[in-house]
């Protein structure tokens, strides 16, 4: 075997075994106590990386890796990091780093068209929305809830100047539905407010009725609904609650609605899968992660605002070493008082780099191949009449189960993930334990796919045999 084949078959071995084989606290030992007192050499380091970091590394790209949602990764992409290391600027305002804060800006807006967003959340040169690049999903769900808050103690205390703070916030609360990600209930712990979840019809999905008929008990309770969190693309099964029915209940009753369609939010630039996202003209802010589904790797997290003034005023703070000659222009924003950190790097250089490099056109190619990827995989499990589809395969995820216990499917998934051929995760459904197969890897292909399936199928034929005896 010479170096250009063990290069080949590592990298067939690394596509084979996707989860590590590892135990917890198997790196400590692999490493000095302390820092080194002397530089050590590249190369050095680099030896290190196969013996220390790769054995105890998940394939997230591997195209047998099946877990969880897509984690995004792209040539452009990789190139656009380096990049921004090289550049290494922190871009907290425009005098920081004038093409940081306003590439950001224009790329939101390219992103923005590209969803066919209403032009409220465009900043445009005019406009009073605009987009925002955060972490992830969970800090834009904060930023909202935050924001909202912010704003619904301006206008209560507006009207009635006596009330304090402390006694308003006590009687706040938001609403999600009982499918949301746990980083929405945890917004509310940060926040300091009530969360209730809203109970979801049989399509998982919120409906209109519930919210209303929760929001009438708690009205008439005295308490103060201010923030509702719509998901388009639930994490368990990418289910879609109806924001048509929604978003006109939440602006009668003057609740601020955010939309989280962190994984799903990338489908609605293809024209077929934009009715998803109807009704976003009722919301007052929208967020997804283009580092889960849009080629742009992690972390990268748009999010929109109808009014960026609603933000901006939660969160801004000007001491006087931050302020600069530009900043009440009118054509500036500094996009510190749109986050929690204050420094921030130049992470639009990704979005520019992999929207040119794909476009469009190759991007909607690249959505559409996996959604034909898990379509292809439901229709094996359909063809297999010892196992059953658990929800609607609406994009890339597919939710399934043998029939029969739950127990059954327990061991069927800790057997599957036992031979680390390829990485599952389960979730619940109606008090069902599912297994969710998630189109992932960029490289995933059909014969992947069938290949997890027969695997999936082989193992299940030797569960079921071993029960009958």
Request: net charge neutral; proline share 4%.
């Amino acid at each position: 075997m010479d170096a250009a084949e063990f290069r080949r078959r590592g990298k067939e071995m690394v596509d084979y075994v996707v989860y590590p084989d590892v135990e917890p606290g198997y790196l400590r030992s692999l490493i000095p106590e302390e820092a080194p007192l002397e530089a050590e050499s590249y190369e050095d380091v680099v030896k290190d990386i196969e013996r220390v970091i790769m054995p105890g590394v998940t394939h997230w790209h591997s195209p047998y890796f099946y877990a969880y949602f897509p984690t995004a990764h792209s040539f452009p992409a990789m190139l656009a990091d380096m990049l921004c290391g090289a550049i290494g600027c922190i871009g907290f305002s425009w005098a920081a780093s004038p093409a940081c804060t306003e590439l950001e800006t224009v790329m939101l807006d390219w992103l923005g068209k590209m969803l066919k967003l209403p032009e409220d959340f465009l900043a445009g040169t005019e406009g009073s929305g605009g987009g925002v690049i955060q972490g992830t999903a969970s800090e834009a769900t904060l930023i909202a809830l935050l924001a909202a808050r912010s704003k619904i103690i301006k206008l209560i205390q507006t009207d009635h100047p006596d009330r304090s703070e402390t006694d308003i916030i006590s009687k706040l609360v938001a609403y999600s539905s009982d499918q949301a990600h746990s980083s929405v209930e945890r917004a509310g712990l940060i926040g300091g407010v009530r969360m209730k979840k809203i109970p979801t019809d049989s399509k998982f999905s919120v409906r209109g009725a519930a919210l209303q008929k929760v929001l009438e008990e708690d009205r008439a309770a005295g308490l103060i609904p201010f923030f509702f969190c719509a998901t388009l693309g639930t994490t368990p099964s990418c289910a879609f609650d109806c924001i048509t029915e929604l978003g006109p209940i939440c602006n009668a009753e003057k609740i601020w609605m955010h939309i989280d369609a962190a994984y799903a939010g990338s489908a609605f630039i293809c024209p077929e899968f934009r009715p998803l996202l109807n009704g976003i003209e009722f919301a007052d802010s929208f967020n997804f992660n283009p580092h889960k589904w849009l080629l742009v790797n992690f972390d990268c997290s748009a999010m929109w605002v109808k009014k960026r003034s609603d933000i901006i005023g939660a969160f801004k703070i000007e001491p006087l070493y931050l302020k600069h000659d530009h900043q009440e222009s009118g054509l500036v924003t500094d996009y510190r008082h749109w986050q929690i950190p204050l420094g921030r790097r130049f992470r639009s250089l990704k979005m520019w780099f992999v929207f040119r490099m794909y476009g469009l056109k190759g991007l909607q190619a690249y959505i559409r191949k996996h959604v034909g990827l898990a379509k292809e995989f439901e229709s094996l499990v359909k063809a297999d009449q010892r196992f059953e589809i658990s929800a609607d395969v609406v994009l890339g995820l597919v939710c399934f189960r043998l029939k029969g216990s739950n127990e059954l499917n327990e061991i069927l998934l800790k057997r599957i993930n036992s031979a680390r051929k390829i990485h599952l995760v389960p979730c619940q459904l109606a008090g069902k334990f599912v297994l969710r197969f998630a189109v992932c890897a960029r490289t995933t292909e059909s014969r992947h796919v069938r290949e997890a399936w027969s695997h999936i199928s082989h193992l299940a034929s030797e569960l079921l045999q071993e029960l009958r005896h």
